[in-house]
């Protein structure tokens, strides 16, 4: 039966490639909370504390927040510290199929851990030498990991989960992010580890995920079907199999379908980056799942989860940390079930956990899914790719320019995002498709209604099979 096929193998094996998903969360929120105290250290080490002395908002020691205190030396210096974590994703998400088809899942991933250890080494050691650089430099090896994580972790899951579980399984890819931004934001708080003397211990303790995971992953099996599609290793797919789903488990259906899918990937030419963006059969899907991901990014959540804090403070919130905190509760329960007068500020605080909310529900998971849905197994790595570059990109921008736009726009930050949402939610009514129990040929139907002419779609296919058999 299927819950015999939920072994304890397979749950250690979920458990440990999630600590990557993880990692992704925690280096996401981890430099919300302690803002006004690592921006005291850029401070001191860019020589600007001597200017701000005579500041009395600003207070190196207790970390008060200074609303009022934007030297253009620190703003650009904290905006890189932030953005450089989506730069590395961006340079990193198109070698995700690299290399979980050179290394293979787990190899691929435990190689990985030595980017996030040597990250976290660089912002946990950042005291100790000029913090500006080392936190920039630590948060751009660490977005290159989680672009490459992010990207194996839901492959992984996806390939060793039972087929009535696949979908369930595979939300906690999303569940450990949000988890990891909740356990970043509370070990941010001033009396644990966000404050003067730890917060560099904050920013460095990431690594003990990856050396975690390092321990783990040797002891699960690898995905039985990179084994037998990628390699054609039948008796070793045999063999992670049965540990995945019981020693008694007959794999003969699971063989059989993968054999399918083996044929069917060999049939089907495999389209490169370049060819997918030039090519008239797969525009308007390639169109719809790039706009997705615009959306989820230019939504406003990473200017929620990167400055949650200062705009809490702006919004007039007492304590903006444990506001910030209670965002990332309010992100890991919906996950699970996928400023002038005084009352403002908490108006303020409720809307945005029902931003929050409301984007756990649908943004923030549904655009990894249907780029899957969207493609058939030739164009769908590259497409896949595409997407992953194009979300990076958005957080880069997002990530880098909102604070210079915060400044210019004050309270009113949100209503540009309000616009883009109005805009995004239109085209998804117009342009996007169902794709709930829908086969990928009926997908693809919908979508040839409204692009080229049939035989010349049919003839630029043809010509792309032909590829593959030349």
């Known amino acids: 039966s299927v819950l015999q096929q939920l072994t304890g193998t397979l749950a250690l094996a979920v458990f440990a490639a999630a600590l990557g998903s993880l990692q992704y969360g925690y280096n996401l929120g981890v430099i919300n909370a302690p803002q006004e105290v690592i921006q005291g250290h850029y401070a001191r080490s860019l020589g600007l504390y001597s200017e701000l002395e005579s500041d009395e908002e600003f207070n190196i020691t207790t970390a008060e927040p200074s609303s009022d205190f934007a030297h253009p030396s620190l703003t650009m210096y904290w905006s890189l510290s932030v953005a450089m974590f989506p730069v590395g994703g961006i340079i990193s998400s198109f070698l995700v199929g690299f290399v979980a088809d050179i290394r293979g899942r787990i190899k691929g991933m435990l190689v990985l851990n ?3 250890v040597v990250a976290s080494l660089l912002m946990g050691l950042a005291k100790m030498g000029s913090p500006h650089i080392m936190v920039i430099a630590g948060r751009a090896i660490m977005g290159f990991y989680c672009g490459l994580s992010s990207g194996l972790v839901p492959m992984y899951i996806g390939e060793i989960a039972p087929l009535k579980y696949r979908g369930a399984l595979g939300t906690l890819h999303q569940l450990a992010i949000v988890t990891g931004i909740l356990i970043s934001q509370v070990l941010g708080l001033d009396f644990l580890l966000g404050n003067n003397d730890m917060w560099h211990l904050l920013l460095g303790l990431s690594g003990s995920i ?8 040797p002891l699960c099996p690898e995905s ?3 084994l037998y599609i990628r390699l054609g290793k039948k008796e070793e797919a045999c063999k992670s199999l049965k540990r995945l789903k019981g020693a008694d488990y007959d794999t003969t259906k699971d063989l059989v379908e993968m054999q399918k899918e083996k044929e069917e990937a060999m ?5 490169s980056i370049p060819r997918l963006v030039r090519s008239t059969a797969y525009r308007q899907q390639l169109f719809v799942a790039l706009m997705m991901h615009l959306s989820q990014q230019f939504s406003g959540i990473n200017a929620i989860f990167y400055y949650s804090t200062s705009i809490f403070h702006n919004a007039g919130v007492a304590q903006p940390v444990y506001a910030t905190i209670g965002v ?3 992100n890991t329960i919906f996950t699970l079930v996928s400023s002038t007068y005084p009352w403002m500020s908490y108006l303020s605080m409720s809307a945005i956990f029902l931003f929050v909310c409301f984007f756990e529900i ?3 998971p549904i655009p990894w899914f249907i780029v899957a849905e969207l493609f058939s197994q030739g164009p769908r790595p590259a497409a896949i790719a595409l997407a992953g570059f194009c979300n990076w990109t958005s957080n880069f921008i997002i990530g880098i320019s ?5 400044k210019y726009c004050g309270q009113y930050v949100f209503i540009i995002f309000v616009v883009l949402l109005f805009l995004f939610t239109l085209f998804t009514a117009l342009r996007v498709p169902e794709t709930k129990g829908k086969t990928f040929e009926e997908i693809s139907a919908l979508f040839q209604r409204k692009r080229a002419p049939q035989p010349i779609v049919e003839a630029e296919l043809e010509q792309l099979k032909g590829a593959t058999e030349a």
């Open 114 to 116: 030595i980017l996030a």
């Open 210 to 217: 990856a050396v975690l995971q390092s321990v783990l992953l």
């Open 224 to 226: 039985p079907r990179y």
């Open 267 to 271: 049939k089907e030419a495999h389209v």
């Open 328 to 330: 990332g509760v309010v």
């Open 362 to 364: 649908g943004p923030g």
């Open 402 to 406: 909102f604070p210079y736009i915060e």
